[in-house]
């Protein structure tokens, strides 16, 4: 449903993706991985719209979406949470998930969704009025999880998913954002921790240096002896 | 500095000096002093505003103090200006401490409003105060030639004053921003925090570019009003005078040295030849052009003309993309 | 080196920090773990002085350092890093270092020799001209130590420096922080990568809601079950 | 006389709400700073002399007018002014709506030369005498309740619409905003038109008291920013008393020392500053957020 | 520079530069760009009448909103357009400003209508002052209120409570300065001296502590913008006294009226006047002034020139028709003996002045100020009596909205 297609992105006149293809199917969790710099965020920031392609075309269900503005490309469906969180720091946590239901699609139901928020994340329950600019890291972590979520996506984008979070935590979001999947969201995530990522992914892509260089099963690449080598380190 | 861009400004320097020999005109003559002083007090504004990142919209009160204690001393005690403008000088210092040091937590256009407020409430108490005493609202001084009395029987005179006091500055400028105080200004007035994480000793650097800016501020003040021989509180203590060099820097280019010059060169000359083409025709037609001047200029070189320049320097183009990274506070 | 005794800070109602003690030993690697909001940054941001405690003391190398300053305690030889990278976004990768170098010296050629010698040491391995406000995630934080390092402390906090770095990228900087301790840094660290925690740490302070949990060697830690509980989750290894 | 002091000051608190009410919006909130805001009230007041004076039309009515096109003006200083510089360095937007005010000031010059122009309504000039020491000035009353009508109205949008929580999502972090599926632009322009629109309306209100003339905006502007940062940079209840606390200032000092009046707010409002540098209600945090 | 003005007109031997600066930009606008219809009307009625030595005249024109442009503009004036006569100003500041070139420079400041006392206390050579300084302005105010004002009150002179306000520049400080050396010196209370910036949104509470102080009378000193709101919040506390004196600015100008409607009328005004009784003057004046009228009311929609306009054109018609040709020549030694030479007696200009300049301070002797009142939404004069328009003077002042029939 999510079909990019040989996209070149530039910053300036540094070209950092080169030729890159990727599909995500309806259903699917997809993971991104790669070394540091290869381009895993600047690819989801492209899908977003943040950034336009200098060539080639991103799909979503068979109409192009690369010449749209992110606002646009939002409402269709596809939300991304981003590297580094990005909550609006001087607003309490319960304004931010609020504004995740900007979207006219979720507006509806916001009300259902912020308590199944609170549910997920019991720790943003505790801290609701509080600012999340004075959030610990973790904390804005979850609420920048839970943000993207309110906007009820077909396809989610998580930059970073487990960045900063204690191992408990990672668990329980990692865990998750599989139950978000089994209810039907379509998964697209990046995360350092490849061990992670490619045990809840169906599919996964090897980004290295601006090109794709591999992909496959979540759990086979697992396998995969270059793979271990290069980002397991075994 | 390598040895062509050297002699370059040495050129340069040369021509600027020979200028009142070529130009015959007093009136241009006027008006390229004015560009001096105006490039100074410009350059002054930026040691605070662009190399600390601390935009005053208070300086005339520097200004105006210079202006007026020379003045005073000049008229009422027969103290030669030349004193008077140091006097003015430390005296805008101590007001400078008191007024915008404690003002130096607030930052952009919180310190902005707090600083022209500061100058607000200068003119208004110099207002009240002067009505208790017998100086008259407006000062005149008298027109009597003499290097002791910095007062000139031509434009040439205040030309080679505002010249060294413009050099003078340019070669502060230039110490400070290639020594470590210029590192600690530019840090600090990126990121606060991280720069007292890394031992930057903060408030003393602010408070050193603070004592450059206002005392040099208030020379300005001083040549100024000796070229116009007048003074009266509405004008040396106008808001305006804070915009305009604030103004100057931008245009040139805020935080560079050489910014304020251009600015300088570029604004003054533009007000006076829009007011002189078009004041005499229809009221106010050289004021809206000024606006849309001054509207399309800063915002088609938001980073000055040496902004622009060294953009076009190292061929850079403007990046198109929106970037998530633009945003000051980045968070990750 | 630096001891912290009793400490207390409470926001608003809120008390993040509910009596801590602990001390770090010169040479020493110290680790802090513990949950999403525990209280840990909260602790560097005292020691570093920019948050002052409500009660208790810090002393380091015999002076208190509780109501000093942030850049007299860095003066005194304490670095730190921002878990939320602080980088000077328009100056220069080297520039940036060189801000910290300047700390130690009033020459720019001198602090712009240290500063590159600072950087090849994190291995930040970009050309020495970058505006900070290019690089990656990895970057930003092997800048950040950077940055800190350049100021020559003897006692180094590191904030979650290896958030976001991939398993090659971890090693990398275990590698890195060793170095450090063999030329005498002591170092004071927060992570939730545990593999890395528990290579590294000489010991452990585990921190829940603002209180000391326990500290000890790290597989103590590893095997406490409250720490199992709070922080780790049932099985160790993911 | 003290109670009549206090009733004028609270009443000239009201002309300062009302004359900071579109910035309230622009700055306070959207942090957009708009220097031309005076000029926009002022060209407000020409709209509403020139619709008394050729159709006849009382100020209260003229709103209706008033609104939609300075809305519409809104629309296009943000296309003209704000958006070019909403990437660029801050004291670019300073400069580019100082040049702004200087043009609109200059172009009311052109067009309609410089005299005084007044409004004469069946409520201008009259009091409400309530004993012979104690009079309410009839205009003042309009004006004051109608700019807390109207800031209610904005509480309202801010908390409850979506435009509104936009508002202020945008202005804290556009492009996390875009990620959001918010069209900044649409946003923006909404705010600033908006933000106008407050303030012709304010024009509107103020003259059957005042005058329009090239700069009669210029003794606004500074008192308005001082009123939306004394209550608290986003606070709107901030804004109501920052207005309040300027007018009784003001006004007691007027009966001590008329000529340190306009000081005795400035030095009041800098003194506040220093030592809350958020305003008196404003939101707090922003302080804290870089050590984390 | 622009020049403006009519065309050259046959039998002119080309034309000669005027200098004008006038603050036509900025606060000070309207009054800036008044006096500059009178002096355009001058300059218009001089060129159709052959100009001047047979030049055609045009004007150099400098927009000086403040002292800073004021020097360079005069500097401009000088040396880009060699005008050898610079004429204006109306604001003080501009005028101190200007002059200063002028005179260094050695050309002719010839101002109009700038009232500050000290301009002319400079011992300037090429600076001529046609109206009277500040300080004698209020102390006519007063002198009419102790001579004409206070034996109609049916008071005791000592019980008569006067207070003075006032704008707290140049123009107001003097004012207020010489009104109340006459008042203090006829013996009445001053209850008040109350200074205020011209720039203020609010005159509540100085109009609040004058009504407990009840005075009889309140002399005032202010511009447009401040004079109008401190009248309308008189109105609206109920401030009620037996007399109000203005000095100029706010209370000589329709827009004054314009905005109070008959709540104007009854206020007196020490001042320069455009509408006083013609009988006053000699033929050849009273026939100009009729003629200013109608080609004034002709340019501008019928309305009637204030007092700012008048003096404009005034100043300048004397140059261009009297002084200049007199002096034989533009130059400025020239133009200056034969300024000095002059002398006008009263009732000879369309002001009702006189010109004499005082051989030290060079301001002109015979101006003075003349007392008008409000009446029918009118400015009239009443005082000097051989230029009162009317007899009927309505003392003391009707409480508010009683005052339609002022005069009647
Ligand atoms: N705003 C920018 N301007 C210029 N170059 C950039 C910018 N952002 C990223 N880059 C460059 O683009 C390349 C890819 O960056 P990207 O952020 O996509 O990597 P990544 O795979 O997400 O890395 P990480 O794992 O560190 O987050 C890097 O070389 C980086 O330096
Ligand atoms: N200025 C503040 N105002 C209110 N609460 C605050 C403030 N600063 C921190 N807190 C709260 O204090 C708690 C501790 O925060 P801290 O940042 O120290 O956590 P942490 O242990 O570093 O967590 P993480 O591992 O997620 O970074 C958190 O719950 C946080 O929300
Ligand atoms: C209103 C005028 C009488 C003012 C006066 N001409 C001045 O000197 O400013
Ligand atoms: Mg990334
Ligand atoms: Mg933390």
């Keep these: 449903m999510l079909d990019i297609k040989n996209i070149d992105v530039f910053y300036g006149d540094v070209q950092v993706l080169f030729d890159v293809s990727l599909q995500v199917r309806p259903g699917e969790i997809v993971a991104l991985v790669g070394a540091n710099a290869a381009g895993k965020s600047t690819t989801l920031k492209t899908i977003s719209g943040l950034l336009k392609p200098k060539a080639g075309e991103i799909l979503f269900h068979e109409k192009n979406i690369h010449t749209l503005d992110s606002d646009k490309i939002v409402e269709k469906g596809i939300i991304q949470v981003p590297e580094g969180r990005r909550l609006f720091p001087r607003l309490s946590v319960e304004a931010n998930l609020e504004l995740g239901s900007y979207p006219k699609r979720a507006r509806a139901k916001a009300q259902d969704n912020l308590k199944n928020m609170y ?8 801290r609701r009025h509080q600012l999340t600019g004075s959030l610990s890291g973790g904390e804005q972590q979850m609420c920048a999880i839970a943000r993207g979520l309110m906007s009820m996506p077909e396809v989610l984008m998580v930059d970073e998913t487990s960045l900063g979070l204690s191992p408990l935590l990672v668990k329980h979001t990692i865990r998750t954002i599989k139950e978000i999947n089994e209810l039907g969201t379509t998964i697209l995530l990046i995360d350092q921790n490849v061990n992670y990522a490619l045990r809840i992914a169906h599919r996964a892509y090897v980004l290295e240096n601006g090109r794709i260089v591999m992909q496959g099963e979540g759990n086979s690449l697992l396998e995969d002896p270059y793979l271990r080598k290069a980002y397991l380190g075994i | 500095m390598n040895k062509q861009k050297k002699g370059m400004l040495i050129g340069l320097l040369i021509v600027t000096l020979l200028l009142p020999y070529l130009i015959q005109n007093e009136f241009y003559l006027h008006v390229l002093t004015s560009v001096l002083v105006y490039a100074g007090l410009a350059s002054s504004w930026n040691i605070l505003g662009g190399f600390a990142g601390q935009l005053s919209l208070g300086h005339t009160a520097f200004f105006g103090i210079g202006a007026y204690t020379s003045t005073l001393l000049y008229v009422y005690l027969g103290i030669s200006p030349w004193i008077g403008m140091l006097v003015g000088g430390f005296l805008a210092v101590i007001v400078s401490f008191i007024t ?160 304020p010059v251009i600015g300088a060169i570029i604004l003054i000359p533009l007000g006076e030849s829009l007011r002189a083409l078009f004041s005499g025709s229809v009221q106010g037609l050289h004021l809206v052009l000024y606006g849309v001047l001054l509207m399309v200029v800063v915002l088609k070189n938001p980073n000055g003309i040496m902004g622009f320049i060294s953009s076009f320097n190292k061929k850079r183009k403007k990046k198109r993309e929106v970037q998530l990274e633009e945003v000051p506070d980045v968070r990750g | 080196m630096l ?131 290019n690089l990656t995630i990895s970057d930003r934080k092997r800048l950040e130590v950077a940055k800190a390092l350049a100021t020559e402390p003897e006692l180094i906090l590191l904030d979650e420096v290896m958030a976001g770095l991939n398993q090659t990228g971890v090693k990398e900087f275990i590698n890195l922080i060793f170095e450090l301790k063999k030329r005498g840094t002591s170092v004071l660290i927060i992570e939730h990568i545990m593999e890395a925690m528990m290579t590294l740490s000489d010991r452990i302070l585990v921190l829940n809601y603002g209180e000391e949990v326990l500290t000890g060697k790290p597989q103590e830690v590893a095997n406490n079950p409250k720490v199992i509980e709070a922080y780790l989750g049932d099985e160790i290894h993911a | 006389m003290i109670l009549q002091i206090l009733i004028s000051g609270i009443l000239l608190g009201g002309v300062y709400i009302l004359a900071s009410i579109g910035l309230t919006l622009i700055f306070g909130v959207a942090k957009v700073v708009n220097f031309a805001h005076g000029e926009i ?28 096109i300075f809305f519409l003006l809104g629309t296009l200083m943000y296309l003209f002014v704000i958006r070019p510089s909403l990437n660029a360095p801050e004291l670019t937007q300073v400069f580019a709506t100082l040049g702004l005010s200087i043009l609109l000031q200059n172009l009311a010059l052109l067009l309609w030369g410089a005299d005084y122009r007044t409004v004469k309504t069946f409520y201008s000039n009259t009091a409400v005498t309530i004993s012979p020491e104690i009079s309410i000035s009839v205009s003042r009353v309009v004006a004051f309740v109608t700019s807390l009508l109207i800031l209610l109205v904005l509480i309202i949008f801010l908390k409850k619409t979506y435009i509104g929580k936009a508002i202020q999502a945008v202005s804290q972090d556009r492009s996390a905003a875009m990620l959001m599926g918010i069209s900044v632009k649409r946003i923006y322009m909404y705010a600033v038109g908006i933000g106008c629109a407050c303030a012709g309306l304010a024009g509107a209100l103020l003259i059957p008291q005042y005058y329009a003339f090239p700069t009669a905006g210029v003794s606004f502007i500074l008192i308005s920013f001082v009123v939306v940062v004394l209550g608290g940079i986003g606070s709107i209840p901030g804004a109501i008393v920052g207005g309040i606390i300027v007018g009784l200032l003001e006004s007691i000092t007027g009966v001590f020392v008329p000529e340190l009046k306009e000081a005795s707010y400035f030095i009041f409002f800098i003194v506040i500053l220093l030592i809350r540098p958020n305003g008196l209600f404003g939101v707090k945090g922003a302080g804290e957020e870089g050590a984390r | 520079a622009k020049e403006s003005g009519s065309d050259g007109k046959s039998g002119s031997k080309g034309s000669e530069k005027v200098g004008v600066i006038l603050p036509l930009s900025g606060p000070l606008a309207q009054l800036g760009n008044e006096v500059k219809r009178g002096f355009d009307i001058a300059q218009e009625m001089v060129n159709e009448q052959d100009g001047v030595l047979g030049k055609q005249v045009k004007f150099a024109v400098a927009d000086a909103p403040d002292s800073n442009s004021a020097t360079s503009s005069a500097n401009r004036l000088i040396q880009n357009d060699k005008v050898s006569v610079i004429t204006g100003s109306y604001s003080s500041a501009i005028s101190f400003a200007a002059s200063q070139v002028a005179e ?28 009277y300084p500040a300080s004698d302005l209020g102390r006519a105010a007063a002198n009419f209120l102790v001579d004409e004002v206070s034996p109609k009150l049916d008071m005791k002179t000592e019980d008569i409570k006067v207070a003075i306000i006032h704008e707290d520049s140049s123009y107001g400080s003097k004012v207020a300065e010489g009104a109340k050396e006459v008042v203090e010196k006829a013996g009445m209370q001053l209850v008040a001296s109350e200074a205020y910036s011209y720039k203020t949104n609010d005159l509540s509470s100085t109009v609040s502590k004058l009504k407990s102080l009840k005075p009889d009378v309140i002399i005032a000193c202010q511009y447009t913008a401040d004079g109008i709101l401190f009248w309308r919040q008189a109105k ?76 404009g054109f005034n100043a300048m018609y004397l140059l261009l028709k009297e002084v200049i040709p007199a002096a034989g020549s533009f130059k400025p030694e020239d133009i200056r003996k034969a300024a000095l030479a002059m002398d006008k007696p009263i009732g000879s200009t369309i002001v009702g002045w006189g010109v004499k300049f005082d051989p030290k301070t060079q301001n002109n002797t015979l101006a003075f100020p003349m007392i008008d009142q409000w009446q029918e939404q009118k400015i009239i004069t009443i005082y000097p009596k051989e230029f009162g328009l009317t007899e009927k003077v309505t003392i003391p002042l009707p409480e508010w909205g009683n005052r339609a029939n002022v005069g009647k």
């Design chain 5, 104 to 131: 260094r420079n050695k050309v002719i400041f010839w101002e109009q209508g700038a009232v500050a006392d000290d301009i002319t206390e400079r011992g300037f050579k090429y600076l001529f002052r046609l109206i």
């Design chain 2, 100 to 259: 915008l040091y404690p003002s130096f937590r607030l930052r952009g256009v919180f310190f902005a409003m707090v600083t022209i407020s500061f100058g607000e409430v200068i003119r208004i108490l110099f207002v009240y105060f002067r009505n208790k005493t017998t100086i008259p609202y407006g000062v005149t001084i008298n027109y009597e030639p003499s290097f002791t009395n910095m007062i000139f029987d031509g434009p040439m005179g205040y030309f080679y004053v505002s010249f060294v006091y413009l050099l003078i500055i340019l070669v502060i400028s230039w110490k400070v921003k290639n020594s470590r105080l210029g590192f600690f200004l530019n840090a600090l007035k990126e990121n606060d925090e991280a720069a007292q994480a890394l031992g930057v000793p903060t408030s003393a650097s602010k408070f050193k570019a603070l004592a450059i800016s206002a005392f040099f501020t208030a020379i300005g003040g001083t040549i100024l009003v000796q070229n116009i021989l007048y003074i009266e509180p509405e004008s040396a203590f106008s808001t305006s005078i804070s915009t305009e060099l604030a103004l100057i820097s931008i245009i040139g280019g805020i935080g560079t040295v050489a910014g």
């Design chain 5, 236 to 311: 609206e506390a109920g401030l009620n006294l037996k007399a109000m004196i203005g000095n100029g600015g706010a209370h000589n100008i329709p827009d004054f009226a314009a905005a109070m409607g008959d709540d104007a009328n009854g206020i007196f005004n020490a001042g320069t006047s455009s509408n006083f009784n013609t009988d006053g003057l000699d033929a050849d004046a009273k026939k100009l002034y009729e003629e200013f009228q109608e080609r004034y009311a002709a340019k501008n929609d019928g309305n009637l020139p204030s007092a700012h306009a008048a003096m």
């Design chain 1, 119 to 126: 549910e997920i994340f019991p720790q943003l329950y505790d």
């Design chain 4, 41 to 68: 009230l002022m060209l407000g007041m020409y709209l509403t002399f020139w619709l008394y004076s050729i159709f006849n039309l009382d100020p209260t009515y003229s709103i209706a007018i008033v609104i939609p």
């Design chain 3, 3 to 133: 001891e912290v005794n009793n400490l207390v800070k409470s926001f608003g109602g809120l008390q993040v920090t509910k009596k801590v003690s602990f001390e770090v030993k010169k040479g020493e690697i110290f680790g802090i773990i513990g949950p999403n909001g525990a209280g840990k940054t909260t602790m560097f941001n005292q020691i570093s002085g920019f948050i002052k405690p409500d009660s208790g003391s810090i002393t380091f190398k015999g002076n208190s350092i509780e109501k000093r300053s942030p850049k007299d305690i860095c003066k005194l030889g304490i670095g730190r890093t921002f878990q939320i990278a602080q980088p000077f976004p328009k100056m220069s990768v080297l520039e940036n270092v060189m801000v910290g170098s300047l700390l130690r010296t009033k020459s720019i050629n001198q602090a712009r020799e240290k500063a590159k010698e600072v950087l090849d040491f994190v291995q930040l391995n970009v050309p020495y001209d970058t505006p900070s406000s």
